[in-house]
């Protein structure tokens, strides 16, 4: 009867340690999401007013597309860094950021973390 107990205890510990690694995953992943749909947002803002046939046309840059997201995810992003943010079409913010994940308390298994990434989109306010 001690065997069995002890097997079910071990057993329990062990999907505890489980969920609380893929509940810690989730997490980081959805903040990851945050900072990249913030970034996305700050760089939509960052477009370029111009009076096109006297109509106001607002368009986007790579290079403030970057700037400003560099500058919401050096902001709010404490384990993010900017891996690419790009206008595609000149009204849109397409920005990539990248973590890592260690998990909380067993890091034998994956002693280096997990690359996470998140890639969000925002057009601009102005269409």
Avoid: N
Wanted: hydrophobic share 55%; net charge negative.
């Amino acid at each position: 009867m001690l065997i069995l107990t002890l097997g079910y205890a071990v057993l329990a510990i062990a999907v505890i340690l489980v969920c609380t690694a893929a509940t810690s995953l989730y997490l980081a992943q959805k903040q990851l999401d945050a900072v990249a749909d913030a970034a996305a947002l700050a760089a939509a803002d960052g477009f370029e007013l111009s009076i096109v046939g006297g109509e106001p046309v607002a368009t986007l840059t790579d290079a403030r597309v970057r700037r400003e997201a560099d500058a919401m995810v050096e902001s709010i992003g404490e384990r993010a860094h900017l891996v690419a943010a790009t206008s595609p079409d000149g009204v849109s913010a397409r920005v990539t950021v990248a973590g890592q994940w260690h998990p909380p308390i067993v890091t034998i298994f994956v002693p280096d973390g997990v690359a996470l990434e998140s890639t969000a989109t925002s057009r601009t306010a102005l269409r």
